[in-house]
């Protein structure tokens, strides 16, 4: 059997990560690329560390070759750090969204998928990262994440 629509992935893998602050006797350094001047400095018994994500939602924006072409992804993070692609396929076409959003209701309608694999040939691993789909044709990427959606 193969893998579920849910836990397919194809294209760049990328394992997003957040700062923490932990005890300096933790076992665990910032790899030097997570280095980060723009951190506030700690004093006392203190270090940044990196983390697994926390629940809520992270948004995957990747600017093409061509600076016109925006591509959105939106995952919603489960308790336990998996990823679970959203699908936004209907909520995409950008001209509704003035149509929808509005005071009473600010935000883009995305609606939550099953965050579960009944699926027998489900590995945890499946789920553990995100991907870019065309990582060669993308110029710029950036990530947001939102306790909300």
């Known amino acids: 059997m193969g893998l579920c629509e849910k836990c397919q992935s194809k294209g760049l893998p990328i394992y997003p990560v957040r700062y923490a602050v932990a005890p300096k006797y933790i076992n665990a350094d910032l790899p030097s690329w997570a280095k980060n001047d ?3 400095i700690l004093k006392g018994d203190s270090k940044y560390v990196l983390r697994t994500m926390r629940a809520g939602y992270l948004y995957v924006l990747c600017q093409y070759e061509d600076n016109i072409t925006l591509d959105i992804s939106i ?25 929808i959003i509005s005071e009473e209701n600010p ?18 691993s499946n789920i553990a990262f995100i991907t870019l789909s065309k990582p060669e044709k993308c110029e710029k990427a950036w990530l947001a994440f939102s306790e909300h959606k």
């Open 38 to 40: 723009m951190l506030p």
């Open 75 to 99: 995952y919603k993070i489960d308790e336990n750090g998996g990823f679970w692609q959203q699908d936004i396929s209907k909520e995409q076409d950008l001209l509704r969204f003035g149509d």
């Open 107 to 124: 935000s883009i309608p995305v609606n939550d998928i099953q965050t579960t694999c009944g699926n027998s040939a489900h590995l945890s």
